[in-house]
C-alpha cells in the first residue's frame, strides 16, 4: 500500500452513481469533462454504456477506511472492440487465430471518447505510491477477470510513462490539434498561415453559409430540448450512413444538458427556419473539445470545416482557450491550420507470446507513425516565419 495507507482498500464498482460525484471529481480534476462524474453517469443512466452494448463497467477505486476515495480508474469489461479508436481489431483476429480466445478484455477509457486526460486518478494530497498501486490493482483485476488483456487509451503522457514503467507495453498515435497562440479573432490566426491557405479558408468559411445558412452556438441556458432533438436527429443520420450502430441515446444528450450545460458548446446551422447540422463540443480549463458531427444528409460544402473546425477555433480564441482538439483522424484538418500531435495508449497482455508479438508489431508500428507526425509537421500551412 501507498505510505500511509495501510488499510486503504481497493474494489471494482459496477454502477458510478454508487461512487460519491465531489469525490470521484476530486480525483479527475476539473480540467477534463468527459471525466467528470456526471458525464460517465450520463452514460450509464442512458444506457449507452451498459452489458447490452458491451460496455460493463467496472471502475476501480481505492478507499480509505473511514470510505473516503482516495483514488480511482475508469475501467470497463468489454466483448468488442467497438467505440474505442485505438484499434486492436488485427491482435484480435491474430490471437483468436492461434487458438486464443481475446474477448472479454478489460478497457480504461472514457467510451466513445477519443480524448486525452488522466486515467489514474488521485486525490489532491494523495499519499505517494498511490498511483502506483492503481496500476498493480489493474493487473490484478486482469488475472481475476481471467481477461487476454487490458488497454488504457489516451492517458495522458504522465501516466503512459507511468504504465510503462510498471512494463506496460507502449502504443502512440496521432491526432491534430489547434493552438491559440494569444490571437484576438480569427484574422490574427489567418495572418499566421501562407497566402494560398488563407485565400482557401476564406473562401471555405464564405462558401459554408452560402449566402442564407445561419450558425449559432449554444451553451449554458440557451440549450433547449428542441435543439437536442434536432441534433440527435443528424447525430442518428451520420452515423447510420457512415458506422452504423450509434451507441449514444437522446436520453444521453438530455442528461448532459441538464447536469452539464456550461461546459457544452452546441454549433447549429440553420436554414430558412430549420436545423440543418450541428457540431457538439465540450469545454475544459483550457481547452475545446470536438466531439461530435451531423447534418440532415443534404449537401453542404464546406459545411463540416465550417461547424466542426473554424467555429471551434473563434470559440476558443473568444474564450481565451489554449487549444482545440478536434477528434480522431483527418489529416485534412493540417491544412486548416491544426497541428499534429502524439496520443498514447498502454497494454498489459497475459499470454507471453502473444505479448511479444504484439511488442514487435508495436516497435514497427511506432516508427511509421513518427515517420508520418514528422512528414506533417514539415507542409504546416504556416508562414516561414511562424
Not at 481489431?89 to 472479454?104: L, M, T
Not at 510503462?164 to 490566426?189: K, S, T, V
Amino acid at each position: 500500500m501507498p505510505d500511509g495507507t495501510p488499510e486503504a482498500s481497493l474494489k471494482l464498482v459496477a454502477d458510478i452513481s454508487a461512487i460519491d460525484a465531489a469525490a470521484w471529481d476530486a480525483c479527475a480534476g476539473p480540467d477534463n469533462p468527459f471525466l467528470s462524474h456526471a458525464f460517465l453517469l450520463a452514460l450509464e443512466q442512458s444506457g449507452s454504456v451498459s452489458a447490452e452494448t458491451g460496455w460493463l463497467p467496472q471502475h476501480l477505486v481505492l478507499e480509505e477506511p473511514d470510505g473516503r476515495l482516495l483514488g480511482a480508474v475508469p475501467l470497463y469489461l468489454k466483448g468488442h472492440s467497438q467505440g474505442e479508436y485505438v484499434f486492436d481489431h488485427s491482435w484480435a483476429r491474430a490471437y483468436e487465430q492461434a487458438g486464443g480466445e481475446y474477448y472479454p478484455k478489460l478497457q480504461s477509457a472514457v467510451p466513445f471518447t477519443p480524448v486525452t486526460g488522466p486515467r489514474l486518478l488521485t486525490r489532491p494530497g494523495a499519499p505517494s505510491g498511490t498511483a502506483d498501486l492503481l496500476i498493480r490493482a489493474l493487473e490484478q483485476a486482469a488475472l481475476a477477470h481471467k481477461v487476454s488483456s487490458l488497454h488504457v487509451t489516451f492517458p495522458t503522457e504522465a501516466d503512459w510513462s507511468r504504465f510503462g514503467g510498471a512494463g506496460w507495453l507502449q502504443r502512440i498515435g496521432e491526432q491534430y490539434h489547434w493552438d491559440n497562440d494569444g490571437y484576438a479573432c480569427f484574422d490574427d490566426f489567418l495572418a499566421t498561415l501562407n497566402s494560398r491557405r488563407r485565400k482557401d479558408i476564406r473562401k471555405e468559411r464564405q462558401r459554408a453559409v452560402n449566402g442564407d445558412i445561419r450558425l449559432t452556438v449554444l451553451t449554458g441556458d440557451d440549450l433547449k430540448p428542441r435543439h437536442w432533438d434536432a441534433f440527435f436527429r443528424f447525430y442518428i443520420n451520420t452515423s447510420d450512413r457512415k458506422w452504423g450502430d450509434p451507441y449514444l441515446t437522446r436520453e444521453f444528450f438530455a442528461r448532459i444538458g441538464e447536469t452539464m450545460a456550461d461546459r457544452i458548446a452546441l454549433v447549429m446551422a440553420e436554414r430558412d427556419g430549420r436545423w440543418i447540422a450541428g457540431a457538439l463540443n465540450l469545454i475544459g480549463t483550457d481547452t475545446l473539445y470536438g466531439r461530435n458531427w451531423g447534418s440532415d444528409g443534404r449537401d453542404y460544402p464546406f459545411l463540416h470545416f465550417e461547424t466542426c473546425y473554424y467555429q471551434a477555433i473563434d470559440f476558443a480564441i473568444a474564450r481565451g482557450l489554449k487549444r482545440v482538439e478536434a477528434g480522431a483522424q483527418g489529416e485534412h484538418k493540417v491544412m486548416r491550420g491544426y497541428r499534429p500531435v502524439r496520443t498514447y495508449s498502454a497494454h498489459w497482455i497475459r499470454d507471453p507470446g502473444f505479448r511479444r508479438a504484439v511488442a514487435d508489431f508495436l516497435v514497427r508500428e511506432a516508427r511509421a507513425v513518427e515517420a508520418g507526425i514528422e512528414d506533417l509537421a514539415e507542409h504546416l500551412p504556416f508562414r516561414q516565419d511562424h
